[in-house]
């Protein structure tokens, strides 16, 4: 009697540990950087539920500040399922070998900038000048311009920030039109435009976030990955119609990571970020996959410029998610 | 201030009124000065607090820099040390109250090629220092700030304020200074963490004033102050001049994190602020802001009590003014009242006594002056008053006397009318019948009055009296004229026109002594004025000889007689009725009567004619008085 009511209350454990893996799949979200809201659609889907209505326990682990790996890095190492980067890391780490796949082009349009402490309306003005960069990446079409123009740009990495823009360590800075653009409008307030080289506007116009998954996980969890990408997208339109709402959420979201900010940075950044997932011809944020055609060009001018090894086939990175769209 | 209001209230009021005025500017000016002088002072005590906190804080920072420099220049020396080196960094964070953790991070190779390798010290929660190792792939300080830009400045370097998760769990800023060799190229870099709890305290627990309040900003703008309380943890100045969406508030802020040092003020909805600001040596801003309201509260107190003390003044300036008003304007209420008595017919009133020798002694004496002129002149008025009644009713007496001359028992062939212009009157006209022969007469003395109306008097009565005696209208006229002329010693004279009809053959006999023509108005033909020989009026020459003429009426005719006060009746502009006019009346009313006489006996038919006449020239005076006598006469030489 007590046997069989050992080997019941077994049966039920099982039973129930096999529904929570059925159920509720786990996976972990990895995103470029530390909480800002960049990232407002996945904390949105994450607090009304939607991943969760997708069956997926969704952990977002943000790399920290001080760390010099990137979220691709990650990925690589297996502690990540999903890693979100920039289009063209992406494709650069592709060509190096690491077998990403493509499922979601959230950004449509590209945020670079580079800043400088003086007019910069012809690129010339950069030959030979000290500029920073992220040491993460993200700064590919401005190593394109480099090679391309021969300008000799000496580059400075560095993590993040304004720092040494601001102290004049360098004497021009990358920035993002979301992010460190506004985190210096935010501290020295007015900033002449003509000293801001926008890549989008000189037709370098290259989209930015998005999702790659590892191309083994990809072909095994094919549903998984749907369901994610149905959720975020869900988390971001979310966000779009309701944007205070989405500001709470993720301002409580970075109290909790004991990320300092403030309220007005985050909204100003979370409208250039909606702005940018617009997508220029249709004028809708439809999250459309980088086009094969601009693909090619790109990849031939990334490769030529030294920027990535190898030529490589658009499916090859494409695949998935991103292509079914 | 009402009519009814006396005349001690009224100058009271009037002197309370421009001496309120008076205050009212003196107030102004003494607002505006005082005002201004304490918002002078005020700005001057801000930059003052504002100098004297930069002080305090600038003391603190500059310790740490330079114990950190010091530290750095030491340790240039000792950096192949590890022993000398963590020694180094526990001794300093242990031996310094204001740090909470120091460390040596050595540059890229410098430590036995390693690519990262740092020694740390810092207080746990307890207290107690401990020790650490720091650098690695999840803890890259290469590509910090605090590492990064002393390294490549060669210069020390104040982070922007950051949140020590895991360290002291507070919010900190550090302070980094390169190691450097004797050929300058960095080999490490030395920092030292200073809590800005202390800072932001002492910042913080500044307020001069109730509503104002002190700022620290860093080299970029964070706030140094925040805290969990004032809401300021990782905001930035601009972002919050930015979310104001207040220009004046923006460019003020602006101006800080430029670095400017100096004053600004701001209006925020009805709030207006004044704002000091200066920068520290290390690019931090310091800033205190004050409202003008709590600037201004004492000065306000001090506003309203002046105001309530000039009030009370002028609430007591206007009793005694009305007091004084009052005691010496008293005589005049007096003098009012004894006018008032005198108005009454109180002649003997008796005046009020003035004892001073001024303008009261002199209204007084004027007063009883008044007092006795115008009793001499009521009695004289009251005398003349009898006399004028008198002569009135005398004159009324008269008038009936004189209207009672006046021949009223017209035959059915005759109508008259005579209105005086004054109470008695100088026209006169009369008429008889006497063995069937018509008698009459219409004239018009020169002047009017009294002497007029005893002119008209003898000459009616000579007419009457001549008339019948078998003269002809010369002979009648002569002794009319001779009869007047004979009692007429004022040189008057009458204007007369006499005459007889046989009223069996129609023939008229008449004498005109200078009067207006009758008007003849034939049955069949146009009327017209009767020619006449050019006589003398009567009363001037007594022995002038009248010649009468004669004239055969058909029967039908009709004859108006008149004096000038018709002819001569005039408008208010001076328009004479005049001959054409009458002429015109003759032909349009006048001959249209009708010609038959009335067969009951009445003289309603020649009234009609009298009327029409009289009713034509009123039209046209239009309502003015007649300034002369009027006498009309008409005759028709008819049939029963």
Known sequence: MNCNLFKFVLLLIAAMVLSQSVWSQKVVFVPQFTAQSQFAGYYVALQKGFYKDEGLDVEIRHIGASSSQNSIDLLVEGKAHFAGAQLMQGIVARSKGVKLVNVLQLSQRSSLCCVAHFPVGDPEKFKGKKIGRWHKGFSEPCLILDKVANLGIQWVDYNSGIGLFTHHAVDASLMTSFSELIALRMSVGEFPDTNIYRFADKGFDVPEDAIFVDETYYKNNKAVVDKFVRATKRGWEYTRQHQDEALDITMAYMKANHVVSNRTMQRMMLEEVLRLQVNKETNKPDYKPYPKERFKNLSGIMVSAGVMPRLFDYEDLMVGGARKQ | ?640
Request: aromatic fraction near 10%.
């Open chain 2, 1 to 640: 201030m009402g009519s009814n209001k006396s005349f001690s209230a009224r100058l009271s009021l009037n002197i309370l009124l421009m001496v309120s005025l008076i205050f009212i500017v003196a107030l102004i000016f003494v607002a505006i000065s005082s005002s201004k002088i304490i918002i002078d002072e005020s700005t001057k005590s801000a930059q003052l607090t504002l100098d004297v906190v930069s002080a305090e804080i600038e003391k603190d920072i500059t310790e740490v820099e330079i114990s950190t420099s010091a530290g750095a220049q030491i340790m240039m020396a000792y950096l192949n040390n590890d022993m000398v080196c963590d020694f180094m960094v526990q001794s300093f964070v242990n031996k310094s109250d204001l740090l909470t953790a120091s460390m040596i991070a050595f540059v890229e190779g410098v430590h036995r090629g390693d690519t990262w390798y740092s020694t740390y010290a810092y207080r746990d929660s307890l207290g107690a220092i401990k020790m650490k190792k720091l650098g690695s792939e999840d803890y890259d300080y290469r590509y910090m700030e605090w590492f990064q830009i002393p390294y490549m400045l060669k210069q020390p370097y104040w982070s922007e304020p950051y949140y020590d998760e895991g360290g002291c769990n507070q919010y900190i800023a550090t302070f980094a200074c390169p190691i450097m060799d004797k050929d300058s190229n960095v080999l490490a870099v030395m920092t030292a963490d200073i809590p800005l709890l202390h800072i932001a305290s002492r910042v913080n627990s500044i307020h001069p004033y109730e509503h104002s309040y002190m700022n620290l900003v860093s080299y970029n703008g964070s706030y140094i102050n925040a805290n969990d309380s004032n809401g300021l943890v990782g905001q930035t100045l601009m972002a919050m001049a930015y979310e104001s969406q207040n220009e004046a508030i923006i460019e003020s802020c602006q101006r800080i994190v430029n670095g400017e040092s100096g004053l600004s003020k701001v209006l925020q909805g009805s709030v207006a602020s004044l704002s000091v600001f200066k920068p520290l040596h290390n690019g931090w801003k310091l800033s205190l802001v004050c409202e003008y309201r709590d600037i201004m509260a004492r000065t306000t107190q001090m506003h309203i009590m002046l105001a309530l003390v000039c009030l009370f003044g002028l609430l007591v300036m206007f009793i005694i003014c009305y007091s004084i008003v009052r005691r010496l304007t008293r005589p005049i209420t007096e003098l009012s009242e004894a006018a008032i008595s005198i108005a009454k017919g109180n002649f003997a009133t008796i005046l009020p006594e003035i004892r001073t020798e001024d303008e009261m002694l002199r209204l007084r004496d004027s007063f009883a002056f008044m007092q006795t002129s115008l009793g001499h002149y009521i009695s004289e008025l009251k005398s003349t008053t009898a006399a004028n009644e008198r002569m009135e009713g005398e004159l009324n007496v008269a008038r009936n006397i004189q209207m009672g001359m006046l021949a009223t028992n017209f035959p059915p062939q005759l109508s008259a009318f005579l209105q005086p212009a004054k109470e008695v009157g100088g026209d006169l006209y009369d008429f008889l019948i006497k063995d069937n022969t018509l008698y009459f007469a219409v004239g018009d003395v020169s002047g009017k009055g009294v002497p007029a109306a005893l002119m008209m008097a003898i000459t009616r009565s000579a007419f009457r009296f001549f008339s019948g005696l078998g003269f002809t209208m010369g002979q009648v006229m002569g002794r009319i004229n001779k009869a007047v002329a004979e009692a007429n010693e004022t040189g008057m004279f009458v204007t007369c026109i006499s005459g007889r009809i046989d009223l069996e053959t129609g023939v008229m006999k008449y004498c005109n002594a200078g009067h207006n023509p009758i008007i003849v108005m034939p049955p069949s033909g146009e009327p017209y004025f009767l020619k006449a020989k050019p006589n003398l009026a009567i009363g001037l020459f007594d022995s002038f000889v009248y010649e009468d003429e004669e004239l055969t009426l058909e029967p039908g005719t009709r004859l108006l007689i008149y004096t000038n006060g018709i002819s001569e009746a005039e408008t208010r502009a001076k328009e004479l009725f005049g001959d054409d006019r009458l002429l015109a009346w003759a032909k349009e009313k006048g001959a249209v009567v009708p010609r038959q006489l009335d067969p009951d006996g009445s003289n309603k038919v020649e009234r009609q004619v009298v009327d029409s006449l009289l009713e034509t020239v009123r039209k046209f005076v239009e309502g003015n008085e007649p300034n002369d006598d009027i006498t009309i006469m008409s005759i028709l030489f008819g049939q029963k």
